[in-house]
């Protein structure tokens, strides 16, 4: 660790590469840690539609395109790097992996988040056995099978319409008489004949034995529950922002309060995207990003550190 940064970005999704790159721009020293896969999110996406300037465009494309864009720039990528915790108590800050440690003059946390859980009986249970967070990653093994999609917003939609191509009917459960997403992808959901759609309503167990039988959901009007037999359970009811790590600021939820340089309550860590909001979009983590290392920069250069 004789080494010392100008910058550590910790996440290797849209907001951090974006990070990176801007970084590298202002010709900081960096180095960028990715627990799990470069990309994010978004990097898994079948395909990408709200990205400006582009109708549509493959995820893992984006995602490969910024890493060898922040890469050929001279931004460093070690991964897989899982951080620790991040020592914030002397003149640099000190961040503690699994495979090394990095001293740095500023840090960029952009580390995501993972999956809310349902918190209902048979969830863990059956996780990997028919209980999934990602359609793309598991929805190809059931062809032809009965899928439950479980939330309302962009991502729920969004996967419930890739399930549509392979499942032969998928139930669209969400506990509000509404869906949040964008209208473009409400009227797609309505348009599908193999989508049926359950509103006001929650599921309230997960059942099977050796993998995942069949769910009961409540109908939140009347109260009435019901039995539904299926093959698989896809939850998309949000993530919890991977903040554990660093001492900071937080609110209620974990998310780390930033004001508009995205400069946390430590000088010298910024955050972005999905650390700093549950609603983060491709875009917006990108821009927050820049705005992170530009501000990161500053911190930098004005900064006798």
């Known amino acids: 660790m004789s080494e010392t940064h100008d910058l550590v970005i910790i996440g290797g999704g ?6 990176g790159i801007f970084a590298a ?10 627990k799990a896969v470069v990309g994010g999110q978004p990097a898994v996406a079948e395909r990408i539609e709200n990205f400006p300037g582009f109708p549509e ?12 864009h922040a890469v050929e720039l001279g931004v460093g990528v070690v991964e897989p790097e899982s951080v620790q915790r991040v020592d914030s108590g002397g003149r640099t800050l000190q961040v503690i992996g699994e495979r090394g440690q990095y001293r740095t003059k500023a840090l960029i946390v952009a580390s995501g988040g993972h999956p809310r859980l349902l918190g209902v009986s048979g969830e ?10 990602c359609a793309q990653c598991a929805g190809p093994g059931y062809e032809g099978k009965r899928i439950a999609v479980v939330g309302g917003g962009e991502s729920a939609l969004l996967g419930a319409l890739y399930l549509s191509k392979i499942g032969r009917e998928i139930i669209l459960i969400h506990r509000r008489e509404a869906f949040r997403a964008e209208k473009i992808l409400q009227e797609r959901i309505l348009d599908c004949e193999s989508i049926k759609i359950l509103l006001d309503s929650t599921v309230e167990e997960i059942t099977g034995d050796k993998i995942v039988r069949g769910i009961t959901v409540r109908d939140l009007q009347t109260a009435e529950i019901s039995p539904i037999d299926l093959d698989a359970v896809f939850i998309y009811i949000g993530y919890v922002p991977n903040t554990d790590f660093i001492d900071v ?9 930033v004001n508009l340089q995205m400069q946390t309550s430590h000088p010298g860590i910024f955050a972005c995207g999905n650390v700093v909001r549950e609603d983060a979009q491709i875009i917006s983590a990108m821009g927050e990003g820049a705005v992170a ?3 990161a920069a500053r911190y930098v250069m004005e900064t006798d550190v």
């Open 14 to 19: 849209v907001g951090g590469m974006t990070a």
């Open 25 to 34: 721009r202002y010709r900081l020293k960096t180095v960028l840690l990715e």
């Open 57 to 68: 465009i493959d995820g893992w494309e984006l995602s490969t395109r910024l890493e060898k």
């Open 124 to 133: 863990k249970e059956f996780t990997r056995k028919g209980v999934h967070y």
């Open 249 to 257: 600021d937080k609110d209620d939820k974990g998310f780390l309060r």
């Open 293 to 295: 290392a530009i501000s």
